[in-house]
């Protein structure tokens, strides 16, 4: 281990969903860790993360998309690149969404929004931006799955399949990524304290106590302990490290 191994200064990170929760930790953390951040994401004011990224002191870039559309994604990758510079060190999937629904009253809509936003376009992306790290023979592709990959809970039956899938994405590209210096490796994070957690009441005093009893930890977590993992993962200390899905879950998949 060397003392600057979480310097990211000169290296530049690609965060998809960006702009609030999980996403928007993990790109704060590479700024402040000196990398240059582009944020990808739906909204078309990008003003907050913008400022945020801006109080850092590295400067970022953020690019409005419809990321699960095809025609909206395509060449994006390579416009977001140029802004940086040309260079392409690490990419961040992270965007994601998730509909309360069971095998049996998923609806057909709610399977393509699921699957064009968290298979389809983590594949796209990631084919994107290959040629860039192969060109530098280094690069890091990081997947934000979910503990639902592996424990589902009963009433997240797409997310649930998607973000499986986007972990397998994950094993199954590094297989054939590590030739040229590229990490492919994938987050699965429990209950996070985000807008989406907060709005279906994950944290309310009267169900918040009910929730943590089947976490060890006795707590849920907060954004920024998945952006730790996620430097981590983008940096020289995760070399050696391929195909793997990191659960960061306060022991819950494990009790």
């Known amino acids: 281990m060397k003392k600057n191994d979480l310097d990211f200064t000169g290296k530049t990170a690609i965060v998809t969903g960006g702009r609030r929760g999980i996403g928007r930790a993990i790109a704060l953390a590479y700024a402040e860790h000196g990398a240059e951040v582009a944020v990808i994401a739906k909204n078309h004011d990008g003003s907050g993360i913008l400022a945020d990224l801006e109080k850092t002191g590295t400067p970022g870039h953020y690019f409005s998309c419809d990321i699960g559309d095809e025609s909206s994604r395509r060449g994006l990758i390579a416009e977001v690149v140029k802004q940086l510079g040309g260079r392409l060190d690490i990419l961040v999937n992270n965007a994601g969404m998730q509909f309360y629904e069971t095998i049996e009253n998923c609806t057909e809509d709610n399977w393509k929004k699921s699957e064009a936003l968290m298979l389809d376009a983590p594949y796209d992306f990631s084919r994107q931006a ?21 424990r589902e809970g009963g009433a997240n039956f797409g997310y649930g399949v998607m973000k499986a899938g986007v972990a397998a994405m994950a094993r199954c590209m590094a297989n054939s990524l590590a030739q040229y210096n590229i990490q492919v490796n994938a987050i699965a994070p429990g209950i996070i304290r985000t807008d989406l957690t907060e709005r279906q009441g994950c944290f309310e005093d009267h169900r918040y106590k009910s929730v943590i ?10 954004p920024e302990e998945i952006a730790g993992v996620a430097l981590f993962l983008g940096s020289n200390l995760s070399s050696f490290m391929d195909g793997q899905l990191l659960v960061v879950d306060g022991g819950f998949s494990g009790n």
Not at 213 to 222: C, D, F, M, T, V
């Open 130 to 150: 290959i040629p860039f790290m192969k060109a530098q023979h280094n690069g890091k592709i990081i997947m934000i799955s979910s503990i639902c990959a592996i």
């Open 213 to 222: 009893q089947k976490y060890p930890a006795g707590r849920l977590g907060e």
